[in-house]
T-cell receptor
Framework: KQEVTQIPAALSVPEGENLVLNCSFT??????LQWFRQDPGKGLTSLLL?????REQTSGRLNASLDKSSGRSTLYIAASQPGDSATYLC???????????FGPGTRLSVLP | DGGITQSPKYLFRKEGQNVTLSCEQN?????MYWYRQDPGQGLRLIYY???????QKGDIAEGYSVSREKKESFPLTVTSAQKNPTAFYLC??????????FGPGTRLTVL
């Protein structure tokens, strides 16, 4: 059974820092991996989707990488801003769209 | 304006009462999903549907029921058999292995 973990559980950084969030999964036979952002009391906003054949995806200040063989993905946030404060979740699709398994999330605080 | 809508935003249930959460999408997505989110935990899959008139149980389906009579709609009923229903419920849709999109969520509280 696929299991997804995220480290750290919480992170606090000063504004302007570059930071890395980690996502690990136990079964490398995945179709894709998706990173989300969730603000308190809100739904999830999709940030980046990486297909299993890709190594990375970029959107603005965000860069997500995927290493299937080691069961890891990282989300890199450049020049962090207070508006980036949120919980970041990764989800792994390992059964052709039938089941996305989510990690518990990393709660990020960017201090002005 | 394309997207996923959920209603109501807040819902209160008395003991022994069934309640239904609405989820509608106009993205023309085939697949729809219901998740439950509890504080400090990741999302857990309740039910999912790949096509109209077909749906499958997720990891925590006990005490819940769904229907998929239309492509755009995937309502979730929380029955009295669900002993601990207080949670944040999230609906999502996708085109098979492609990107998942989420609605704003419904917060259910048992009185």
């Amino acid at each position: 059974k696929q299991e997804v973990t995220q480290i750290p559980a919480a992170l606090s950084v000063p504004e302007g820092e570059n930071l890395v969030l980690n996502c690990s999964f136990t079964d490398s036979a995945i179709y894709n991996l998706q990173w989300f952002r969730q603000d308190p009391g809100k739904g999830l906003t999709s940030l980046l989707l990486i297909q299993s054949s890709q190594r990375e995806q970029t959107s603005g200040r965000l860069n997500a990488s995927l290493d299937k063989s080691s069961g890891r993905s990282t989300l890199y946030i450049a020049a962090s801003q207070p508006g980036d404060s949120a919980t970041y979740l990764c989800a792994v699709n390992s059964n052709y769209g039938q089941n996305f398994v989510f990690g518990p999330g990393t709660r990020l605080s960017v201090l002005p | 304006d394309g997207g996923i809508t959920q209603s109501p935003k807040y819902l209160f249930r008395k003991e022994g009462q069934n309640v239904t959460l609405s989820c509608e999408q106009n993205l023309n997505h085939d697949a729809m999903y219901w998740y439950r989110q509890d504080p400090g935990q990741g999302l857990r899959l309740i039910y999912y549907s790949q096509i109209v008139n077909d749906f499958q149980k997720g990891d925590i389906a006990e005490g819940y029921s769904v229907s998929r009579e239309k492509k755009e709609s995937f309502p979730l009923t929380v029955t009295s058999a669900q002993k601990n229903p207080t949670a944040f419920y999230l609906c999502a849709s996708s085109m098979k292995t492609n990107e998942q999109f989420f609605g704003p969520g419904t917060r259910l509280t048992v009185l």
